[in-house]
């Protein structure tokens, strides 16, 4: 969508303090991570590692760290595996009841996560589930199954269904149509809507905080119940850590999808 | 197609759906239940429907300031969004592809970032020893802290910073729909960069532009954690309050009941504002 004339300057000035607003807060975290001091300040006078240190002491961060990057791979699998079957469903059939079978999936998008927390609270203490890790993984599951979904109804609507015919015209069975066929066709659809999952269950705070107990805490979680109490530049060291690990998962989404086209949904 | 083919959609989404049915439709149809059940300091929950719950918050002072405030917190965030995230989408569209490759990462990366890590962020920049006080003290423009934190400007700036992605993406997307011709048929005519952008680019765009709004007011208003550390105990939002009811007060019907209308409100404006875009722009999605 290039255009003949050039952009003119108060746009480029605004995209330029846009990129800083974007930034700064990060960058700060960043920056105040390296503090020698024992409270949120500046590296300049005094820099050190020290907050690093801090975190191989902190032992329940780096459980809820492990905890949140299982629950992760686990949720996301789990939703792939329901997401796949009804996203080729919803991509290649039309039946009775199709539209309201693709707003119920994708239904958790459009409920405030706070109030899918304290229905999944209730519900889970009702059934003995509260407190628990799977119904930590089922809660996680639901919600980030939209996000599949999107993306294996975006990669299974772009293909030519005949190559799928012919080989069932040749004899294929269908799981054979599926496994030789269909699912590599989809599977950069697959594999980007398990990575966005993944990332979405990792940092999902608002549900969590109400159905995770004090020995399933995630990440996310733990960090809130740290800053309610305290802001420290162990948080900010930890932060860095989860700025520097996205930073490579986005590299990885954006070489292969495009960080536009994986995020809303149209890969 | 014979019978058994007719029923494979069925079987291929019935997994989803029951979980969906499980998870979320049956533990929000139990919460609508526990609304209309009475707080009993004792218990919990006590005996007996009643519409008690929802009666405190239509007339409690409370919690009608709370509300008026999430609300009205979640209209500026979704104003500021769109004055901010439109002409940003536009610059994307205009860069080449190398810049906007980084400028991509750089405006849509934090959305895979935590919020609480973003929001910590905030609470450091913000603080009343946080990193703009300090500077400007020490650039001696000012003799005692502003106060930023705690307070609703304070929130309603996090909150842009982490919403505003969304907008971007919105009108991105519908951006890329845009036919470069009209621009430069435009141009060609005569008609400067200021024109063309009133009279050809943004009636084109606010299909996206409505959508965007919608995805960040619906976040704005459901938001928990921003509001929470930066906006402190006393800028109380529903999510936050629903949280107290809950974890703090134990009162949880009437948890319930506020989480109830927070869905109520979001869904009518989310339900709403659909149809009239999908009504008013017909053409634009076919």
């Known amino acids: ?104 999936l994708l239904s958790p998008l459009m409920v405030p996560h706070v109030v899918l927390g304290i229905a999944l609270l209730r519900f889970l203490t009702q059934i003995g589930g509260s407190s628990t890790l799977w119904g930590l993984t089922a809660a996680h599951t639901v919600i980030v199954l939209p996000y599949v979904l999107r993306l294996v109804v975006a990669a299974a609507t772009g293909f030519d269904r005949s190559v799928a015919q012919a080989a069932q015209s040749l004899g294929a069975s269908a799981w054979t149509v599926f496994r030789r066929i269909e699912l590599p066709l989809i599977l950069p659809g697959v594999a980007g809507g398990w990575l966005i ?10 549900m969590s905080i109400f159905v995770a107990s004090a020995s399933t805490q995630t990440l996310p979680v733990k960090m809130y119940n740290h800053i309610a109490n305290t802001i420290d530049p162990l948080l900010a060291s930890i932060s860095t850590v989860l700025i520097l690990l996205t930073l490579v998962l986005m590299m990885v989404l954006d070489r292969f999808y495009g960080l536009d086209r994986v995020l809303s949904g149209k890969a | 197609m014979d019978e058994r083919r007719n029923l494979l959609p069925y ?21 609508l239940s526990l609304s209309l059940y009475p707080f009993d300091p004792a218990v919990g929950v006590g005996e007996g429907l009643t519409g008690a719950n929802y009666a405190d918050i239509a007339t ?27 002409p940003e989408a536009y610059v994307l569209s205009r860069l080449s592809s ?25 609470a450091v920049l913000l603080g009343n020893e946080g990193v703009i006080n300090k500077s400007l003290m020490a650039l001696g423009m000012i003799d005692s802290p502003i106060r930023m934190i705690f307070t609703f400007t304070g929130v309603v700036v996090a909150l842009v910073h982490v919403l505003v992605p969304f907008m971007v993406l ?14 430069q048929a435009a141009e060609s005519l005569g008609a400067g960069l200021p024109t063309v952008l009133a009279r050809i680019v943004f009636p084109q765009v606010i299909p996206g532009v409505l959508s965007g709004g919608l995805i ?7 938001a928990f954690a921003t509001p929470a550390i930066i906006g402190g105990r006393r800028l109380k939002v529903v999510p936050t309050t629903v949280y107290d009811e809950f974890l703090g007060n134990l009162n949880w019907p009437l948890g319930a009941a506020l989480a109830v209308v927070l869905l ?5 404006v989310s339900l709403g504002m659909n149809r009239f875009v999908e009504r008013r722009w017909k053409q634009v999605f076919q």
């Open chain 1, 1 to 104: 969508m290039s255009s003949t004339t050039r952009t003119p300057l108060p746009l480029v000035v605004f995209h330029w303090a846009f990129g800083i607003f974007m930034l700064a807060p990060l960058a700060m975290v960043v920056l105040v991570s390296f503090t020698d001091k024992g409270y949120i300040s500046m590296p300049f006078d005094g820099a050190s590692w020290r907050w690093y240190q801090a975190i191989l002491d902190a032992p329940d961060f780096i459980d809820a760290f492990w905890r949140s990057l299982g629950l992760g791979a686990v949720a996301a699998t789990l939703a792939t595996a329901l997401a796949v079957p009804a996203g080729m469903a919803i991509a290649w059939h039309r039946f009775a009841g199709r539209d309201a079978i693709l707003g119920l």
């Open chain 1, 197 to 206: 999952a993944f990332i979405n269950s990792f940092d999902e705070l608002t």
């Open chain 2, 11 to 31: 079987w291929l989404s019935a997994p989803g759906v029951i979980a969906m049915l499980a998870l979320v439709a049956l533990p929000l149809v139990l919460t």
């Open chain 2, 60 to 86: 409690d002072e409370y919690f009608r300031t709370i509300f008026a405030r999430t609300f009205g917190m979640a209209l500026m965030v979704t104003a500021l969004c769109i004055a901010v995230g439109v």
């Open chain 2, 98 to 122: 190398r810049w906007r490759a980084v400028s991509m990462v750089i405006v849509l990366g934090p959305l895979l970032i935590s919020v609480v890590v973003r929001t910590l962020g905030w």
């Open chain 2, 170 to 183: 919105a009108v991105w997307a519908s951006l890329q729909k845009l036919d470069p011709a009209t621009e």
């Open chain 2, 216 to 222: 960040v007011f619906a976040l704005a208003a459901s």
């Open chain 2, 264 to 268: 109520v409100i979001v869904l009518a």
